[in-house]
């Protein structure tokens, strides 16, 4: 059994201490990007994989979205900044109708981990809403995340809001779709297509040279 399918027999099973406890004997020691990119999205997406094959319910599905929320809460919680708190903010949320969050939650603390404000706005987020949020906040950055396909409309309607916000903020687009589709026909000078967490990391960072022109 792989490590993965291991992990995800105790988020099924709704044992969140054995998952912790797991995850914290990895030799040699992971770091937190490591525990997100490695363990818990592929455990994750093996689990939406047993849902989608009808070998598991949707309560199954549920409880171990909850086991795993716990455990990147706890994760969190543990993490060191890498830098002091700063003045950058971001704001990060889910477009209408798209209801994983988990991945949102992993960008929300690697922004944290590098001392930015986060204002996380969770999945289903409505249009008007959330631009409403923006707008009292005024982030420098957007992060928007979206999984299936034939949610592009939506996504396109988003961006082309955000892109005319009069700040002018960087919008950041991630999640499954970004991962699985060609999305380089939204990216521009101002939208960036993000596809994994070592992206979004080396962005922030401000090491890459262009993550649009590999994505």
């Known amino acids: 059994m792989d490590d993965f399918s291991k992990l995800a027999k105790l ?15 990895m030799r040699p020691t992971p770091n937190r990007l490591h525990l997100y990119e490695q363990f818990l999205t592929p455990t994750m997406y093996h689990i939406g994989e047993l849902w989608e094959r009808n070998e598991i ?42 209801q994983h969050y988990l991945g949102l939650k992993m960008v929300a603390s690697t922004f944290r981990v590098y001392g930015w404000d986060v204002r996380y706005l969770g999945p289903n987020l409505p249009l008007d809403h959330a ?10 950055v957007i992060g928007v995340s979206a999984a299936l396909s034939y949610r592009l409309p939506i996504l396109k309607d988003v961006i082309e809001h955000l892109i005319q916000l009069d700040w002018s903020p960087t919008v950041l ?5 970004a991962k699985e589709y060609d999305l380089r026909s939204f990216a521009s000078d ?4 993000v596809k994994d967490l070592h992206q979004l990391e080396a962005w922030i960072e401000g090491n890459e040279e262009d993550i649009n022109a590999t994505s």
């Open 190 to 193: 101002r939208v960036i297509i």
């Open 57 to 98: 319910s949707v309560a199954d599905e549920h409880l171990a979205t909850a086991v795993c929320d716990f455990v990147l809460s706890q994760l969190d919680s543990m993490e060191k900044r890498k830098v002091e708190k700063g003045t950058s903010k971001a704001l990060l949320f889910g477009i209408e109708e798209e």
């Open 11 to 25: 988020f099924l099973e709704g044992n969140e201490d054995d998952a912790i406890h797991y995850l914290s004997q």
């Open 131 to 140: 631009l409403t949020q923006v707008n009292r906040y005024k982030p420098d």
């Open 173 to 177: 687009i991630g999640g499954r779709m």
